[in-house]
């Protein structure tokens, strides 16, 4: 069975107190679940990390970093290596942002070695992949999401894909209030999984997890996780309260 996950991305949001906080109340909310099926995770920004760690059961929440970079040490002034995470108890990286792939140039040469640093690490990549407005309206969205798996994922064995956590995130729907239609989301996740599949076997597509990020909230959450192909989701605004955070862990 495919492992459920509501994943809280936080973007350059909060102190490091407000992140404590807001930490504490989805912790509490978490612990207090009957059905712990349900992975949760949550993505603060690095200067939160540590103390974070020291407030959350580890257990109960996984503890995920935004980015890392794409080498392991060295002068790389003002970057985080995977090892450094590690250190201050992250389990998961978000990698392939299409903020990061927008704003800060990533290509898919660099995610490549960050999934590969992350992976080595024995830390989980979830790795971000969606197309743009302008290719949805070009009605190229199968062959974008479909290059970005290829050319950043493809070289890895199937030992090591199956570590990994997918999100499908159209750009146009992200921060923006417009989800895709649960349709949509469907339509798209159950071709991931057929790239997937094509790629590496049945067995493997059908156990791996993929996220639906984009404008979710606890009023469409529960329509788009219901889709067979959707095992959850990767939230940015609505992570930031802990009371819609907890509404969207309970949609399942
Ligand atoms: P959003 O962000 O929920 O605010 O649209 C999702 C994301 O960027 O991961």
Redesign the pocket.
Known sequence: MRKKIVAG?W?MNTTVEEGRKLAAEVNSFVVGLENNDIGVAIAPPFTHLTEIAKSIDNDAICLTAQNCASESRGAYTGEISVGMLKAAGVKAV?LG???RRAYFREDYKTLAKKTDLVLEQEIKPIF?IGETLDEREAGIQADVVKKQLSESLFHLQATSIQNLIL?Y?PVW????GKTASPEQAQEMHKYIRLVIAEKYGNDIADNLTILY?????PSNAREIFSQADVDGG??????LKAEDFGALISSF
């Open positions: 991305n973007k978000i942002h299409s903020e971000c999100a995130e729907a992200i921060g923006t990020g984009g404008s979710c909230k990767l939230i940015g605004g609505a992570a």
